[in-house]
């Protein structure tokens, strides 16, 4: 049989089954009510939920940016200081971090999907249920046992439709949650073990490197400069400082503005002093 | 006749435009009994693509029931087969 007519009959025959059990059609009407108001209560705290899941991910997600950002920095670090090895250390573990990151977008984004999809069906079923909430005071108000049979029979089994609707949707999006809590638990232990944090944390081996590196060439740049100025040993790049006249001159001129801005930059690194 | 697509709401067809949908729901039958993930999924995006392109959505506060429903278009084909099941995967 055809999958959407077996799909309603299944539907319906569940509401049938609860009016079945119900003796007073006016029952009916108050039990479904409150059922109505749990579910919408259920559904409210699925949204909640899944935020509350979407939000822990998208701190995740900037740990996780903030050390890639880190290990980027450290290569060009690395290669200035000439250290290709080192840099390319750097960029390695960053692609460690790529998979990584790709993994917890999609997440994030699947989640904000589920987030979108709740608090639609949770707007949906508000607008369901005020309205059951009146044509139930209507059908009690002109009660006529046989005619109310037939109107509660319809408000119930399409009221009761949407509440196996949303009450399978609250189930898919708990249920997705909870994958990702567990993954979302796993990346919270790397993170908290150093696991994660050894790859661009404040004990990293790449920035022990550097900072030993930074002395080096640092302090040695220094020296020259100041060798230049006392005029101790050869010192070309001092030389160009006449009056330019030329535009090769000046060409001249323009990277030797360059390296005391580079000295500068070194300066000012953080452990470049080490 | 009012159609329901399952966390996205009701709509309502019009009669002429239900040939094409049975069409289309035999090949979504076809793809289940197939057993392969990729045939039904195109199946059932075939489907509510048509659905949502025919009809015409029911208010929010309508309390009609649907005669014809559709299982939400993220479904897998398990979950589309446990719905279908005895053991019913919709909520009571």
């Known amino acids: 049989m055809s999958v959407m007519k077996r799909m309603s009959m299944i539907f319906k025959s569940k509401a049938n089954k609860a009016l079945d059990r119900m003796e007073d059609p ?15 209560q259920k559904v409210r705290r699925g949204v909640a939920d899944v935020a509350t899941s979407r939000k822990r991910l998208e701190l995740q997600i900037n740990q996780l940016e903030q050390q890639q950002n880190k290990l980027t920095d450290q290569g060009k670090k690395a290669l200035q200081v ?14 460690g971090l790529d998979s990584q990151l790709g993994d917890l977008r999609a997440q994030y984004q699947q989640l904000q999907g589920e987030e979108e ?13 005020d309205s059951f909430r009146t044509r139930k005071e209507t059908i009690k108000a002109t009660y006529t046992a046989a005619e109310a049979q037939t109107k509660i029979n319809e408000a119930f089994t399409g009221i009761s439709e949407e509440m196996g609707d949303v ?4 189930q898919r999006a708990e249920e997705k949650t909870e994958n990702m809590k567990a993954r979302a638990g796993a990346i919270d232990e790397l993170l908290a073990s150093g696991a994660l944090e050894d790859f661009s944390g404040p004990k990293d081996d790449i920035q022990a490197e550097l900072d030993r590196m930074g002395a080096g060439p640092g302090v040695d740049l220094e020296l020259e400069r100041l060798k230049a100025e006392l005029g101790q040993g050869p010192a070309p790049k001092e030389l160009g400082q006449g009056t330019p006249s030329s535009g090769a001159q000046q ?24 | 006749m009012i159609v329901r697509i399952m966390g996205e709401g009701q709509l309502e067809v019009a009669p002429d435009d239900l040939a094409s949908l049975n069409t289309l729901d035999e090949e979504l039958e076809a793809a289940i009994e197939s057993g392969d993930e990729a045939t039904f999924r195109t199946a059932l995006h075939g489907l509510l693509d ?14 009609e029931p649907s005669e014809l429903i ?23």
């Open chain 1, 117 to 129: 999809k709740l608090t639609l069906a949770s707007q949906r079923l508000q607008a369901k249920v």
């Open chain 1, 251 to 274: 060409d001249v001129d323009a990277s030797q503005q360059q390296a005391p801005h580079q000295q500068a930059d070194w300066q000012q690194k953080p452990g470049g002093g080490q």
């Open chain 1, 26 to 40: 006016r029952e009916t009407l108050d039990y479904s009510y409150q059922r109505q108001l749990e579910m919408l």
């Open chain 2, 50 to 63: 048509n659905v949502r392109k025919v009809g015409k959505a029911l208010p929010e506060d309508s309390l």
């Open chain 2, 70 to 92: 559709l299982p939400p278009a993220d479904a897998a084909m398990d979950e589309v087969r446990k719905m279908l099941g005895d053991e019913g995967l919709i909520p009571d």
């Open chain 1, 167 to 170: 009450g399978l949707a609250i």
């Open chain 1, 82 to 95: 000439g250290r290709e090895d080192l840099a390319r250390e750097a960029l390695t573990r960053r692609a």
